[in-house]
């Protein structure tokens, strides 16, 4: 008995590898090449030391090396961090225990033991081909996407992923002074790059994941050496009351932008408005949208975390299927074929590519639904919006949001979430506390009733305007839906005192 129970672990085992989010991906007819090198920036310092980093590096080759496999990956992402410290099996089980989700040893050696597409070596397919720096989620590091850039690299493109942390400090700071250390590690790994690769330094790309999304859109604001973007749920995040933080000193070292000439796709979960995230969309509510060339790809049902495409085929390999692996497999495989075929649009002047981006809608199901066309009817309708709330015309601007929502089109409803934040902060930092509590709660929770950093901010409000009995409701609301939220249990505590 026992031995028939072990061998039907073991088939069920390895049917869930063969349902790896690999077999969707349509890779390239290039072999493919992974390798890191060391970077150091003696022109700077951060946290007063060198700044320093391990890059890594995925692009076509003539003739593949050695496999490699997912524990090659997992250890190169430990000794940059680690870097003078052996990493083990053991060390390494309990490291994608910690941060992926807790498996058994067995099913995670499935995982280190799984081949990936990429050789530990080859030669370069050949020079001045185009150039793709990778910016990571905050203090992420190389990893979290390679699939993505494995893709890429296999239909023709030198992928390379900066990390967000140092040898010597693993952690990023999260306000500006992060944000400028990263825009400086991308453009210095930009080019240490284009000399290592041979690249084509007139056809760079930046692709960015979370912080790294919004990083890599300032980067190439910054430089004109970069001039097609790519930003996956692009956000800076912050404490939970960010919202009384002006966080559009921001913006003050960027702030002398118009439009710009390059192309940025912008992919985004459309059923996420979240309080704690900035996005480069917010440049088109200070007046500085930077890309002529814009284009937004909605995904619907999706989670922060299911971007990247480690933890997608962690789960999976590991044996653990959920409700949305199908959807999370479509989606990303998608969003992987939108972003080549952007990227193939602008940087190698494919005209296929550029006529299959221009259309409208590319998938369409219960599941999930995908727009896809340029954003000035989004950022035309986000600014008329964003002045009636500031003026005060909150049953206008009502108006529009209801509209807006009603036709459906997605690449619309996704900003509105950072106007409330923007409108809601010019309110309160001016102690326009009145139009802060009709903004709350005629349109704020109108939308998300249910939301706990909604409710939170209506009872911030409610205390500035002596409403304290509105303003426990408002608290009491919000922790019946995160009981444990720190921040929300104190600010009621105070009003029961």
């Given at each position: 008995m026992r031995f028939i129970i072990c061998?039907?672990?073991?088939?069920?085992?390895?049917?869930?590898?063969?349902?790896?989010?690999?077999?969707?991906?349509?890779?390239?007819?290039?072999?493919?090449?992974?390798?890191?090198?060391?970077?150091?920036?003696?022109?700077?310092?951060?946290?007063?030391?060198t700044r320093s980093f391990r890059l890594s590096a995925w692009y076509p080759v003539k003739n593949s090396g050695q496999s490699v496999q997912m524990r090659d990956y997992i250890r190169a992402e430990r000794t940059a961090i680690d870097f003078d410290t052996p990493v083990t099996d053991q060390s390494m089980i309990e490291y994608l225990r910690s941060e992926y989700g807790d498996r058994s040893d067995e099913q995670i050696k499935l995982f280190l033991d799984f081949k990936v597409k990429a050789a530990s070596n080859g030669t370069i397919l050949m020079k001045n081909l185009p150039l793709i720096i990778y910016s990571v989620a905050y203090n992420g590091g190389g990893m979290e996407n390679f699939a993505v850039c494995e893709f890429l690299a296999s239909h023709g493109f030198v992928v390379v992923a900066v990390p967000s942390f140092s040898f010597d400090r693993p952690l990023m700071d999260s306000e500006l002074i992060g944000l400028q250390t990263k825009v400086n590690d991308l453009q210095f790994a930009l080019a240490e790059s284009i000399k290592r690769f041979s690249t084509n330094d007139k056809s760079v790309g930046t692709i960015g994941f979370s912080n790294g999304g919004w990083a890599d859109v300032v980067f190439g604001m910054l430089d004109s050496r970069v001039n097609t973007i790519v930003s996956i749920e692009g956000s800076i995040a912050f404490r939970d009351d960010h919202y009384l933080y002006d966080y559009r000193k921001l913006f003050e070292p960027f702030s002398n932008f118009s439009f710009l000439n390059g192309s940025l796709l912008e992919i985004r979960r459309?059923?996420?408005y979240g309080t704690d995230a900035i996005s480069p969309n917010e440049y088109t509510l200070t007046?500085?949208?930077?890309?002529?060339?814009?284009?937004?790809?909605?995904?619907?049902?999706?989670?922060?975390?299911?971007?990247m495409s480690i933890t997608l085929i962690y789960d999976q390999i590991t044996g653990i299927s959920s409700d949305d692996a199908t959807i999370r497999t479509k989606q990303l495989t998608v969003m992987c074929n939108h972003i080549r075929q952007f990227l193939e649009a602008k940087l190698k002047n494919d005209?296929?590519?550029?006529?299959?981006?221009?259309?409208?809608?590319?998938?369409?199901?219960?599941?999930?639904?995908?727009?896809?066309?340029?954003?000035?009817?989004?950022?035309?309708?986000?600014?008329?919006?964003?002045?009636?709330?500031?003026?005060?015309?909150?049953?206008?601007?009502?108006?529009?949001?209801?509209?807006?929502?009603?036709?459906?089109?997605?690449?619309?409803?996704?900003?509105?979430?950072?106007?409330?934040?923007?409108?809601?902060?010019?309110?309160?930092?001016?102690?326009?506390?009145?139009?802060?509590?009709?903004?709350?709660?005629?349109?704020?929770?109108?939308?998300?009733?249910?939301?706990?950093?909604?409710?939170?901010?209506?009872?911030?409000?409610?205390?500035?305007?002596?409403?304290?009995?509105?303003?426990?409701?408002?608290?009491?609301?919000?922790?019946?839906?995160?009981?444990?939220?720190?921040?929300?249990?104190?600010?009621?505590?105070?009003?029961?005192?």
């Open positions: 061998f039907i672990i073991l088939i069920s085992l390895g049917k869930s590898q063969e349902i790896n989010f690999y077999n969707e991906l349509k890779f390239g007819p290039h072999a493919i090449a992974f390798e890191q090198f060391d970077v150091i920036d003696y022109s700077r310092t951060y946290r007063n030391k459309t059923a996420y007046g500085h949208v930077p890309y002529t060339d814009s284009y937004y790809l909605g995904l619907k049902n999706m989670q922060h975390g299911s971007f005209p296929d590519a550029e006529n299959q981006l221009k259309a409208p809608v590319k998938s369409q199901s219960d599941d999930f639904r995908l727009s896809h066309y340029p954003a000035k009817k989004m950022i035309a309708i986000g600014e008329d919006y964003y002045n009636l709330l500031r003026s005060g015309k909150i049953d206008d601007a009502k108006q529009i949001l209801l509209q807006s929502l009603a036709d459906d089109s997605l690449a619309i409803p996704f900003s509105y979430r950072s106007i409330f934040n923007v409108a809601f902060q010019d309110f309160y930092l001016n102690q326009r506390y009145q139009d802060a509590w009709r903004l709350v709660n005629e349109i704020i929770l109108y939308v998300y009733p249910n939301d706990r950093r909604s409710l939170t901010l209506a009872g911030d409000v409610a205390v500035q305007m002596n409403r304290i009995e509105d303003a426990k409701k408002y608290y009491r609301q919000a922790l019946t839906i995160e009981p444990d939220h720190q921040r929300t249990r104190s600010s009621l505590d105070k009003l029961l005192r």
